[in-house]
């Protein structure tokens, strides 16, 4: 061995400098630093929006950094799309992998890869045998003839890891890979990871399971508000320092939590079931409260309520509203028993993008709005510009179209659109989600004079600070379960993040 | 075993279900249906739409559309009738490459202003359909081409000579769809054509190289439809600007559709389009047969259109239903 090699031994296979990511003016990823060695499996966590997936993607050349610079064996690269990634030997494995559906197993793995003439024969058998010794070698049994549509997201996973081997990747990220498996699968998976990493290949593993993470990674790094908080031996952490290290900020002073009288129970939820999505979920919200819904995205917390409120209604159990239990099978029937929500997704969900305000903020009351179909334009004027001073929405004019005003002046207009519905129970689903601080702030104020004014509400958020600040209860959700109710004077970051991790599925 | 089992489960079968039981009913009603002659009225009626279907066929499985195909048809019989009467001694072989290529040319005119703009080529399509039809009026002054100035030998392929068994467009048609299917199945720039329908988004993601892709099968469909238009002056003998392809696209996208062809791209197969061609000549034939008048015709066209989504639409709608239900899938 000479000495060169012996020195490219100790070469990371890439090494990350002053990485930064930032979205409009937003900042999503600062300076971060991070070796990738070879033959090791690298874990990457932290909460949402932490950045590790941001960090992942500019590996992948899915974005590209906005400063910072990235060395592969100790040769500067820049990886300016997912195609550059590949021929680099970086392949990312989405969650739900993106493939053709429509087109066999064994094209799926070739295609991108295939050099020649475009009316060069497609050399079927040769494909096909290619494709079923990857399989073999994977020991996984895909009929690699039948088309993508239809293979079950676990062996889409296998066919996205199959054809990282076709191209020989040296480095293969793996976005959340376990959320959607079974614990069979895991295991399965976990197998094949460990196989890929003695030959000497780098796994990036993103998870939320610190179960797994113990079990499969080598190292970790944790990302926290777009900084890299450490990199770590696995061996040298415990599942609490990993936490306290995701978690560690500060509270925010700004928020105070109004004194409120409790009431009667105004939305009570029993054993609410949709099988695959969530599980026997049963609780209750009073008058002038706040209850939080904690847990991390893909809990079903999003699904409970677009269940209570009929979006996509559970199979199983009950919602009672004010003491009526109805089946509520459509939006229309909530809201007129008196609840509303405000979704999200605020932008496929929420606006009509190229309507004006006034619109928008009249459009869940079409009957008052329009007693006989014709639109009365006093009343709308007058009710929108109540709501624009109340919420103190800023714009330039009723008539403008809601897709100029800034996020949060747009999230105003959509809880005044509910608000004008005079609801009993609010359900809020991370009303604060991409807004500037000080709209935040204004935010929590309203939250708390609505519930001073006898509403019940409840809210979702994956943002611990404002859960602990506002709420008057915290439950939290995990992997479609209720796994934690916790009282105000109980309630920790530590109390509801424990909650809120799932339990290892797979068999030490 | 399985073989069959997966022969009689493709979508194919449906339709020549479809076709065979249409026939039955027809042949009992009025047996004339199934006699030699009628069937070879069928044969004629098929060629043109069958070479059109073929381009039509790439450019949908891409998820796009091509209306324009109509009035390409004309645009491109009227220049090569044109060149002929201008010409008289010119081969009437070379109106072949002539008609074609000007067929390529206004197909790939439609992938360019789709690709460049970022248009969806039912507008695009829509706008050519009216500005070839136009043009083809500016060219020709309005007036028909008459049978004198169609070569002979060029009408004599469409002729039905009893000493040949299949006349030459019949050969013709048969030819495209041989290479139809090797360029769907076995050529790189086909299976291309089939992923690129299958997940716009992907592809580029995986170096698909999007834009010579839609460029090609809006070109092989204008070509084609070029093709389309020489054997319409062979079949017809004279090119009318307003007759010419006029409606013809309804035609033959109604006879893609049918032959399970997905509007949402990805999905179709060369057999499946021509039995959908097969199953429409089949159905114009006996409606005159049957004695339904002219008058009623468009309106069966447009029934058999709709049956044949909706049975699109259910199979797709059945197999997210497997695929969902098969695991508890989170959304």
């Given at each position: 061995?000479?000495?060169?090699?012996?020195?490219?031994?100790?070469?990371?296979?890439?090494?990350?400098?002053?990485?930064?990511?930032?979205?409009?003016?937003?900042?999503?990823?600062?300076?971060?630093?991070?070796?990738?060695?070879?033959?090791?499996?690298?874990?990457?966590?932290?909460?949402?929006?932490?950045?590790?997936?941001?960090?992942?993607?500019?590996?992948?050349?899915?974005?590209?950094?906005?400063?910072?610079?990235?060395?592969?064996?100790?040769?500067?690269?820049?990886?300016?799309?997912?195609?550059?990634?590949?021929?680099?030997?970086?392949?990312?494995?989405?969650?739900?992998?993106?493939?053709f559906?429509?087109l066999?197993?064994?094209e799926?793995?070739v295609l991108g890869?295939t050099?020649?003439?475009p009316l060069g024969?497609v050399?079927?058998?040769?494909?096909?045998?290619?494709?079923?010794?990857?399989?073999?070698?994977?020991?996984?049994?895909?009929?690699?003839?039948?088309?993508?549509?239809?293979?079950?997201?676990?062996?889409?996973?296998?066919?996205?890891?199959?054809?990282?081997?076709?191209?020989?990747?040296?480095?293969?990220?793996?976005?959340?890979?376990?959320?959607?498996?079974?614990?069979?699968?895991?295991?399965?998976?976990?197998?094949?990871?460990?196989?890929?990493?003695?030959?000497?290949?780098?796994?990036?593993?993103?998870?939320?399971?610190?179960?797994?993470?113990?079990?499969?990674?080598?190292?970790?790094?944790?990302?926290?508000?777009?900084?890299?908080?450490?990199?770590?031996?696995?061996?040298?952490?415990?599942?609490?320092?990993?936490?306290?290290?995701?978690?560690?900020?500060?509270?925010?002073?700004?928020?105070?939590?109004?004194?409120?009288?409790?009431?009667?129970?105004?939305?009570?939820?029993?054993?609410?079931?949709?099988?695959?999505?969530?599980?026997?979920?049963?609780?209750?919200?009073?008058?002038?409260?706040?209850?939080?819904?904690?847990?991390?995205?893909?809990?079903?917390?999003?699904?409970?309520?677009?269940?209570?409120?009929?979006?996509?209604?559970?199979?199983?159990?009950?919602?009672?509203?004010?003491?009526?239990?109805?089946?509520?099978?459509?939006?229309?029937?909530?809201?007129?028993?008196?609840?509303?929500?405000?979704?999200?997704?605020?932008?496929?969900?929420?606006?009509?993008?190229?309507?004006?305000?006034?619109?928008?903020?009249?459009?869940?009351?079409?009957?008052?709005?329009?007693?006989?179909?014709?639109?009365?334009?006093?009343?709308?004027?007058?009710?929108?510009?109540?709501?624009?001073?109340?919420?103190?929405?800023?714009?330039?004019?009723?008539?403008?179209?809601?897709?100029?005003?800034?996020?949060?002046?747009?999230?105003?207009?959509?809880?005044?659109?509910?608000?004008?519905?005079?609801?009993?129970?609010?359900?809020?689903?991370?009303?604060?989600?991409?807004?500037?601080?000080?709209?935040?702030?204004?935010?929590?104020?309203?939250?708390?004079?609505?519930?001073?004014?006898?509403?019940?509400?409840?809210?979702?958020?994956?943002?611990?600070?404002?859960?602990?600040?506002?709420?008057?209860?915290?439950?939290?959700?995990?992997?479609?379960?209720?796994?934690?109710?916790?009282?105000?004077?109980?309630?920790?970051?530590?109390?509801?993040?424990?909650?809120?991790?799932?339990?290892?599925?797979?068999?030490? | 075993?399985?073989?069959?089992?997966?022969?009689?489960?493709?979508?194919?079968?449906?339709?020549?279900?479809?076709?065979?039981?249409?026939?039955?009913?027809?042949?009992?009603?009025?047996?004339?249906?199934?006699?030699?002659?009628?069937?070879?009225?069928?044969?004629?009626?098929?060629?043109?739409?069958?070479?059109?279907?073929?381009?039509?066929?790439l450019?949908?499985i891409a998820?796009?559309?091509?209306?324009?195909?109509?009035?390409?048809?004309?645009?491109?019989?009227?220049?090569?009738?044109?060149?002929?009467?201008?010409?008289?001694?010119?081969?009437?072989?070379?109106?072949?490459?002539?008609?074609?290529?000007?067929?390529?040319?206004?197909?790939?005119?439609?992938?360019?202003?789709?690709?460049?703009?970022?248009?969806?080529?039912?507008?695009?399509?829509?706008?050519?359909?009216?500005?070839?039809?136009?043009?083809?009026?500016?060219?020709?002054?309005?007036?028909?081409?008459?049978?004198?100035?169609?070569?002979?030998?060029?009408?004599?392929?469409?002729?039905?000579?009893?000493?040949?068994?299949?006349?030459?467009?019949?050969?013709?048609?048969?030819?495209?769809?041989?290479?139809?299917?090797?360029f769907a199945?076995?050529s790189r720039l086909g299976r291309q054509v089939y992923a690129l329908g299958s997940?716009?988004?992907?592809a580029p993601?995986r170096g698909i190289p999007v834009t010579a892709v839609t460029?090609t099968v809006?070109?092989?469909?204008?070509?084609?439809?070029?093709?389309?238009?020489?054997?319409?002056?062979?079949?017809?003998?004279?090119?009318?600007?307003?007759?010419?392809?006029?409606?013809?696209?309804?035609?033959?996208?109604?006879?893609?559709?049918?032959?399970?062809?997905?509007?949402?791209?990805g999905?179709?197969?060369?057999?499946?389009?021509?039995?959908?061609?097969?199953?429409?000549?089949?159905?114009?034939?006996?409606?005159?047969?049957?004695?339904?008048?002219?008058?009623?015709?468009?309106?069966?066209?447009?029934?058999?259109?709709?049956?044949?989504?909706?049975?699109?639409?259910?199979?797709?709608?059945?197999?997210?239903?497997?695929?969902?239900?098969?695991?508890?899938?989170?959304?």
């Amino acid at each position: 061995m000479t000495d060169a090699t012996a020195a490219s031994r100790d070469t990371p296979l890439i090494a990350a400098r002053g990485i930064s990511k930032s979205f409009a003016s937003i900042e999503v990823l600062r300076d971060v630093d991070l070796d990738l060695k070879r033959g090791e499996i690298h874990a990457l966590l932290g909460e949402n929006g932490a950045g590790k997936s941001t960090f992942a993607k500019i590996l992948a050349g899915v974005h590209r950094p906005t400063r910072g610079t990235l060395a592969l064996n100790g040769t500067p690269v820049e990886i300016p799309n997912p195609i550059a990634a590949q021929k680099l030997g970086i392949t990312l494995i989405h969650q739900e992998p993106i493939s053709f559906p429509d087109l066999s197993v064994a094209e799926n793995l070739v295609l991108g890869r295939t050099v020649g003439s475009p009316l060069g024969r497609v050399p079927w058998a040769q494909m096909t045998r290619e494709a079923r010794q990857l399989m073999d070698l994977l020991g996984v049994k895909i009929d690699v003839t039948r088309p993508m549509r239809g293979l079950s997201i676990a062996d889409q996973q296998m066919v996205e890891i199959a054809r990282a081997l076709a191209s020989d990747s040296r480095l293969i990220i793996m976005d959340e890979p376990t959320a959607p498996l079974t614990p069979k699968e895991v295991e399965t998976l976990f197998v094949i990871a460990r196989r890929l990493r003695d030959e000497g290949r780098t796994i990036v593993f993103i998870s939320h399971r610190l179960e797994e993470v113990q079990q499969l990674c080598d190292r970790v790094t944790i990302f926290r508000d777009g900084n890299k908080v450490a990199t770590e031996e696995i061996a040298n952490l415990t599942n609490a320092d990993i936490i306290r290290q995701m978690i560690g900020r500060p509270l925010r002073e700004y928020m105070k939590k109004q004194g409120t009288t409790i009431g009667d129970v105004a939305l009570k939820v029993d054993k609410l079931t949709l099988p695959g999505v969530f599980n026997d979920i049963s609780f209750e919200v009073r008058k002038g409260e706040i209850v939080g819904l904690g847990g991390l995205v893909g809990a079903g917390r999003t699904d409970v309520a677009r269940a209570i409120f009929g979006v996509a209604p559970a199979a199983s159990g009950t919602v009672t509203i004010n003491g009526k239990a109805e089946l509520i099978t459509q939006p229309s029937q909530a809201i007129a028993l008196g609840l509303a929500f405000v979704p999200e997704d605020r932008a496929t969900a929420g606006i009509f993008r190229t309507l004006s305000v006034e619109e928008n903020i009249t459009a869940a009351i079409p009957k008052q709005i329009a007693p006989n179909g014709i639109i009365r334009r006093t009343l709308e004027k007058t009710l929108a510009s109540d709501s624009v001073r109340k919420l103190r929405i800023r714009l330039a004019s009723l008539r403008q179209p809601i897709g100029e005003l800034s996020g949060g002046n747009q999230q105003k207009a959509i809880l005044a659109r509910w608000l004008l519905t005079n609801p009993s129970v609010l359900i809020l689903d991370e009303p604060t989600r991409g807004i500037d601080i000080g709209v935040k702030a204004e935010f929590y104020d309203m939250i708390g004079e609505l519930a001073a004014g006898g509403r019940a509400i409840l809210l979702i958020s994956s943002e611990l600070p404002e859960l602990l600040a506002l709420c008057d209860r915290v439950l939290v959700m995990s992997e479609g379960r209720l796994t934690a109710n916790i009282a105000r004077a109980d309630a920790t970051q530590e109390s509801i993040m424990s909650a809120a991790v799932p339990r290892a599925r797979v068999a030490a | 075993m399985n073989a069959l089992r997966s022969l009689l489960l493709r979508r194919e079968m449906g339709i020549l279900v479809a076709i065979i039981v249409f026939c039955i009913i027809v042949g009992i009603i009025k047996p004339r249906f199934l006699a030699v002659d009628n069937l070879r009225v069928i044969m004629m009626f098929v060629p043109l739409i069958m070479i059109a279907a073929m381009g039509q066929m790439l450019v949908l499985i891409a998820r796009h559309v091509d209306l324009s195909v109509g009035s390409t048809l004309g645009f491109a019989a009227m220049m090569t009738a044109l060149m002929f009467k201008l010409q008289p001694d010119i081969p009437f072989y070379l109106g072949f490459p002539v008609a074609i290529g000007i067929g390529a040319i206004l197909g790939f005119i439609n992938g360019l202003t789709v690709i460049v703009f970022r248009l969806p080529a039912i507008i695009v399509t829509l706008g050519t359909l009216y500005l070839y039809r136009g043009l083809t009026f500016i060219a020709s002054g309005a007036k028909q081409i008459d049978r004198q100035y169609i070569p002979g030998p060029l009408k004599a392929m469409s002729a039905n000579a009893p000493n040949y068994w299949l006349p030459w467009i019949v050969i013709i048609a048969l030819a495209v769809v041989l290479l139809t299917y090797w360029f769907a199945n076995h050529s790189r720039l086909g299976r291309q054509v089939y992923a690129l329908g299958s997940n716009p988004v992907a592809a580029p993601l995986r170096g698909i190289p999007v834009t010579a892709v839609t460029l090609t099968v809006f070109s092989i469909s204008g070509g084609l439809a070029g093709l389309a238009g020489i054997l319409y002056a062979s079949r017809w003998g004279f090119v009318n600007p307003s007759n010419t392809g006029w409606g013809f696209e309804f035609q033959v996208i109604a006879a893609v559709v049918i032959g399970g062809v997905s509007i949402n791209g990805g999905v179709g197969s060369v057999l499946g389009v021509v039995l959908g061609v097969v199953l429409l000549g089949c159905v114009s034939a006996a409606l005159p047969l049957l004695g339904i008048p002219g008058t009623v015709q468009s309106a069966i066209y447009g029934l058999v259109i709709i049956v044949a989504l909706v049975i699109d639409q259910t199979v797709r709608d059945r197999g997210i239903k497997a695929l969902t239900t098969a695991r508890g899938v989170r959304t």
